[in-house]
């Protein structure tokens, strides 16, 4: 059974950063293609940041600003997240897909966390 499980969000203020985490059991995070999404109240999922065989990719929103470290121990997931703001407010969520490619496109994905939530204060 696979199972994602986010933690580190809170409450901080604009400019700060954040690092989330996403443990992850039942597959190999490095076999398995792993992304961060977000959903803001009144708006859809969108994707953040993803990883997997080949690259990484970032949405165009969070680029420069957020990454995942490449020195993620075993079959866990971080995102590191600076210079926040308060457009960045949201719940966070990990998922994982089958597929070793990771994307930026919630359809893509087969397994997710239950989210961990953000708030940017300005």
């Known amino acids: 059974q696979v199972q994602l499980v986010e933690s580190g969000g809170g409450s901080v203020q604009a400019g700060a950063s954040l690092r989330l985490s996403c443990v992850v059991s039942g597959v190999t995070y490095r076999r398995a293609g792993m992304g961060w999404f977000r959903q803001a109240p009144g708006k859809e999922r969108e994707g953040v940041a993803a990883?997997?065989?080949?690259?990484?990719y970032y949405a165009d929103s969070v680029k420069g600003r957020f990454t995942i470290p490449p020195d993620n121990v075993k079959n866990t997931v971080y995102l590191q997240m600076n210079s926040l703001k308060p457009e960045d407010t949201a719940m966070y969520y990990c998922?994982?897909?089958?597929?070793?490619?990771?994307?930026?496109?919630?359809?893509?994905?087969?397994?997710w966390g239950q989210g961990t939530q953000v708030t940017v204060s300005s």
């Open positions: 990883t997997g065989r080949l690259t990484t």
């Open positions: 998922a994982a897909t089958k597929s070793a490619y990771g994307s930026l496109h919630q359809s893509d994905y087969n397994y």
